[in-house]
């Protein structure tokens, strides 16, 4: 009888903490209220800026300064919000899930964000530049853009989808347990 009851017990606490578990780890929301990830909409606002960008030889010195200048804020604005939020909001989740090796899931991401920040801040001095060099400004977005766009395909296919309530359980995993190191130090997918 003691034995059944403490077996309920487990039974239930085991339960409660799965559920508690898979509650924390549901994918947060955009602060701005969007239950998407916010790549979509990014990838719309980069391809916006792009054509504005490769249409800047077009213009005269004046414009093309001031068109720099918008472009430069539009896209700092966007991308630091949007990498901001996911260090914040995403990438402490996927770490917490996930300890293959020791090694942060997110380092990577991180890496490419500080990348990123110091990509817009050379777009910034460009806009400002007391003569305009849109060429050089031009090969610095598209760069950006270029590891932007991998960067999002990386956390697509591989980040994101560790925030669904329960990847490891395809595998038979404990929920909420990705990768595990073993007690000899050896990393179980
Ligand atoms: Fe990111």
């Not at 034995?3 to 947060?28: D, E, Q, R």
Request: charged share 25%; net charge negative; aromatic share 4%.
């Amino acid at each position: 009888m003691l034995a059944a009851k403490a077996h309920w017990l487990t039974t239930a606490s085991c339960s409660l903490m799965a559920a508690f578990t898979v509650m924390a780890t549901a994918p947060p929301r955009r602060p701005g209220g969007a239950s998407d990830n916010g790549h979509a909409e990014l990838k719309r606002h980069v391809e916006e800026l792009t054509t504005r960008v490769r249409a800047l030889g077009d213009l005269s010195s004046d414009e093309q300064q001031a068109a720099m200048t918008a472009i430069a804020g539009a896209l700092d604005e966007k991308l630091r919000t949007q990498n901001d939020w996911e260090e914040r909001a995403l990438y402490p989740i996927i770490d917490a899930r996930t300890t293959c090796a020791g090694v942060a899931m997110s380092a990577v991401m991180k890496i490419e964000h500080a990348r990123m920040a110091q990509s817009l801040d050379v777009l910034s001095e460009l806009a400002r530049a007391p003569a305009p060099d849109a060429r050089r400004f031009s090969q610095v977005f598209e760069r950006l853009v270029g590891l932007l766009l991998g960067h999002l395909e990386v956390e697509d296919r591989a980040l994101l989808p560790l925030l669904e309530p329960d990847p490891g359980a395809a595998r038979g995993s404990p929920p909420g347990e990705v990768c595990t190191r073993s007690k000899q130090g050896e990393v179980r997918p």
